[in-house]
Structures are given as structure tokens and as C-alpha cells.
């Protein structure tokens, strides 16, 4: 019987983010489920769409035994401490020694491929070399990464096989596993590596540029997979996560299979043509403006997303720039409790309207005034009496088509209502990319006209089929929209800091 074995380590690293990821943010099981490890691990995490669960379903089809490690994940955010990466790395390589003993005939690795630890610049690339060490140069490696990885040469040359989403926001997470799980029995099935081909793009792509449900994204997915029915590869292509201070951070595309150099040359020639990738974003006052015009005549929401203060891209969900907006524009007194912004990360504040209960009135500062990349903190707290329109325990599953059946637990929630703008406000950090999320306060977003989302593209998926409009704010945050807008120390000349 073939055994693999099989952990994972998800997080997605903005260098220019005001938090860390501490051991207690890969524990709590908020926006991911919390650390767990062994059999747990598999029971837990079968049926939903992360790529772990991919392999497994895959696994029972080519009849492997399945030897579960350790999966670990934490809301993106700055570096991963040395002792959070430290800690998840000896969990897995005890149980890769442990396996060995047992005889073991591969390893999957449920990656992002943009984490930054304290003491690794390429975190997966160590994670990666450490396993390769215990098992030698026989035992095949193969990894899932997300479409936002920053791939570097050690982790081509380390695994045997990487491949990607394909799209953002991420649908396919549990396919991606799934075709993991077919690079790794055609690498059992051959008894070497296939040949690989990779090339970098010599600039950075936006978040907001990069959604696959628009141009150009959509259109070069399509191709990438036309390309590997034609030439039986197995291609990817990263986009990249562009606010990751080191040398490799930048997109990558690459290949296996035996056609693999004319197939990621013919892709490569498509992505790496620079004007495509460029977009235009609206200041927080302008997207307001826009989007009180535009809800005027229509019966369905406009979503704005709150791009610079996505916590699925590092920031913490709690700058109050596009709430100021709504509010100086008098958005909720147009619109009176059809105005919805989340979510507010603010435990303080939904504690306090715990406690005061449904209906109650409060004198509040909302919000938190964090440091920017600009050098210059976000805009200060929205102070203001608040009333209480709902309550929660914050614990909801979710149903939209990205992470349906995963259980998020973000505490104490409320729906808080000021001048006629409702927020949801929650203890635990999570980008908006459900609508659960909201609803679990009270806030059905169908209903709404203007919706404020903390996210860049992710909130697509669910959001997009309700929404009249769609439009991108940039108000002050820890996320640049613009790349160039970064203070980079580390990342080489050779990579523009836009297309």
C-alpha cells in the first residue's frame, strides 16, 4: 500500500504589515482552522475547499494510505515568528522521521508559498529543504501552492513538483489538491521527476489587477489550460503576492512534463506583456461619490471594496478611512440602514455592545489609527454614538463558493449603526469574502444598496452575483493597491515595482 504523508502550512506574509503571526495566530481558529495535528488533521479538514482536502478525496481513488502530520494556518498578516515557523517545522519533521520508520513512500505539502518568517525569507523553500533532508533524494515532494505565491528557484529545486490555483478569488482550491495528487502518482508512476521549465516576469502585478472573473486574467487562465490539453503539462502561473520584501518576490510561471519548455515559453510570451496589467483605483471620497450616484437607480447593492485594508492581504480590517467617506457624505442619511461596511475588527467595541445589549445607545471610538506603508498612520477612530442593532457569537460557516463548509469563530459581533451606516463589527480578523459573514449580524447585503467590503478580490465570488456595480477604494491602510508605493529594501532593481 503506497503511504503519503501529508501537512500543510498556510500564510500569506505582507513585510509592510503592523502584526506578526505569532504561534497564537496559527491556535486560534479564527479565519483558519486552528493547529492541529495527526488524524484530527484529516477528519477535520475533509469536504472543505482547501487543497488538502483535494488530496484526500484524490487519495482514496488511487487507494493510498494517508499518514496525517500537522496543518497549520494564520490570517495574513506581517512575518511569521521564528517561534511559530520553528514550531510548525520540528512538528513536521517529527512526523517525517516517524513515517520513515513506518516506510513512506511520498509527502504533499499544502503550501501558500508567500510566507516570510522572521529567520526565512522563503519560509516553504526551508520547509521544504528540511523535509527533503530527512527523506532523501528518492521520496517525491509535492506541493499545492496559492496563485499568490512567490516561487522561488529552492522550491522548484527541493519539491519535485509544485502547481497552483488557477483562480482568484480562489474557487479551485480543493481541484488545485486534486491535481497535486495527479503530479504525485505520475512521479511514482515514472520513478524520477518530470522535466520543468520556469520563468519569472521581470515586474510586480497588482492584487486588484489580478482577479481571474476579469481581463486579462480570465482570458490567460484559459489559455494556460488549452496549453497543457495540447502538451500534456501540468503549468502554473503565479501571479505573485506584491508586498513581500525579498529578493524572489515576483510572478512565475512554470511547468511539468515532458513539453514543458515550449509549453511555459508559448504562456510566459502572453503574461509577461506588461500594459495589461494595469488599473485604475478610486480615492475613498471619489468611490463614495460614485457609488451614491450609481445606487440611485438601481434595486441591487454596489460593492466597494476597502482594497488597502484587506486583512486576507495584511492588514489588520480595522482603518476606519472608507467609513469616514460614507459618513461625510451622508450616505446613511440618503440610504438609512441600507449602508453596510465589514468587517470591523474592534473586540473592544463588540464587547462593549454585548454588554450593553440589542437597542442599547453608545458613546464609542471605532476603529483603530495603524501604521502605514506611507509612513503616516490610517485615519483616526470614528467617535460617535452608536446604536446596537444585533448581536452574535461570531461563530459562522460559511456557503459562498470559495471556503463553503469551513466554520470561522471570530467572538463577540455586532451590527452597530451610526447616522444610518450600519458596520458589523467582529473580535476576530477575517476578510469579507462571504456573505455569511454579515449575515450572521443582521446584515443580508442582497438588501443593502452600498456595501463596503474589507477586501481586494476574494469578496468577488460571493458578493459579485448580487451586486449591480463593483467598484475598488483606496483609503489609507497597510496595503499598497499600487506596489511602487512600497518602501522595498531587499527586492532587486530587476524587478519593476509595476508592469
Known amino acids: 500500500m503506497t503511504r503519503i504523508l501529508i501537512a500543510g502550512y498556510q500564510h500569506e506574509t505582507n513585510t509592510f504589515a503592523p502584526s506578526l503571526a505569532d504561534w497564537a495566530a496559527f491556535t486560534r481558529g479564527d479565519s483558519f482552522p486552528a493547529f492541529m495535528r495527526g488524524p484530527e488533521m484529516q477528519a477535520q479538514l475533509t469536504g472543505i475547499n482547501i487543497p488538502v482536502a483535494g488530496v484526500i478525496d484524490a487519495a482514496r481513488r488511487h487507494g493510498w494510505t494517508l499518514v496525517p502530520s500537522c496543518w497549520a494556518g494564520a490570517i495574513p498578516s506581517s512575518y511569521v515568528t521564528k517561534d511559530a515557523f520553528e514550531r510548525i517545522a520540528a512538528a513536521l519533521c517529527e512526523d517525517v522521521i516517524a513515517a520513515r520508520a513506518g516506510g513512506l513512500d511520498g509527502v504533499y505539502l499544502d503550501l501558500h508559498g508567500a510566507a516570510v518568517a522572521e529567520n526565512a525569507d522563503d519560509s516553504e523553500g526551508e520547509l521544504i529543504s528540511r523535509v527533503r533532508a530527512l527523506v532523501g533524494p528518492d521520496i517525491p515532494i509535492v506541493c499545492s501552492l496559492d496563485l499568490h ?18 483562480t482568484y478569488p480562489h474557487v479551485d482550491m480543493a481541484a488545485t489538491g486534486e491535481l497535486a495528487a495527479e503530479l504525485l502518482a505520475r512521479r511514482l508512476k515514472v520513478g524520477r521527476k518530470e522535466p520543468m521549465h520556469a520563468r519569472r516576469l521581470p515586474f510586480l502585478i497588482p492584487l486588484n489587477a489580478q482577479s481571474t472573473w476579469m481581463e486579462p486574467a480570465k482570458s490567460l487562465y484559459d489559455e494556460l489550460i488549452a496549453l ?27 511547468g511539468h512534463g515532458e513539453a514543458a519548455q515550449r509549453a511555459v515559453e508559448a504562456l510566459y510570451a502572453r503574461v509577461a506583456e506588461p500594459t495589461q496589467w494595469r488599473l485604475d483605483i478610486l480615492p475613498a471620497r471619489e468611490a463614495v461619490v460614485q457609488a451614491l450616484a450609481l445606487a440611485e437607480g438601481v434595486s441591487r447593492p454596489v460593492v466597494v471594496a476597502d482594497t488597502q485594508d484587506n486583512p486576507g492581504a495584511g492588514g489588520d480590517s480595522n482603518t476606519t478611512g472608507m467609513l469616514h467617506a460614507l459618513l461625510a457624505q451622508g450616505a446613511g442619511k440618503r440610504f438609512p440602514g441600507q449602508v453596510a461596511l465589514g468587517l470591523m475588527y474592534d473586540a473592544a467595541a463588540a464587547r462593549a455592545a454585548t454588554e450593553a445589549g440589542v437597542g442599547a445607545e453608545l458613546e464609542l471610538a471605532l476603529g483603530t489609527a495603524v501604521p502605514t506603508f506611507t509612513g503616516q498612520p490610517s485615519d483616526p477612530p470614528v467617535r460617535g454614538r452608536f446604536k446596537v442593532v444585533a448581536l452574535s457569537d461570531g461563530v459562522c460557516t460559511l456557503t459562498g463558493p470559495m471556503m463553503r463548509g469551513l466554520t470561522v469563530k471570530l467572538g463577540p459581533s455586532a451590527c452597530l449603526e451610526i447616522d444610518g451606516v450600519r458596520i458589523a463589527v467582529v473580535s476576530g480578523k477575517k476578510q ?68
Open 149 to 166: 505565491a512567490n516561487v522561488t528557484q529552492r522550491m522548484l529545486r527541493e519539491a519535485d513538483a509544485l502547481v497552483s490555483y488557477r
Open 228 to 254: 497543457d490539453r495540447t502538451h500534456g503539462t501540468v503549468l502554473s502561473f503565479c501571479m505573485g503576492f506584491p508586498a513581500s520584501d525579498f529578493e524572489e518576490c515576483a510572478p512565475m510561471v512554470w
Open 432 to 499: 469579507l469574502l462571504d456573505r455569511e459573514l454579515i449575515r450572521m449580524v443582521g446584515l443580508h447585503a442582497e438588501q443593502m444598496r452600498i456595501v463596503v467590503v474589507k477586501s481586494s478580490n476574494h469578496f468577488r465570488a460571493d458578493f459579485t452575483p448580487i451586486a449591480s456595480h463593483v467598484l475598488v477604494a483606496k483609503a489609507a491602510g497597510p496595503m499598497a493597491a499600487d506596489p511602487a508605493d512600497l518602501p522595498w529594501r531587499k527586492l532587486p532593481a530587476s524587478i519593476r515595482r509595476r508592469p
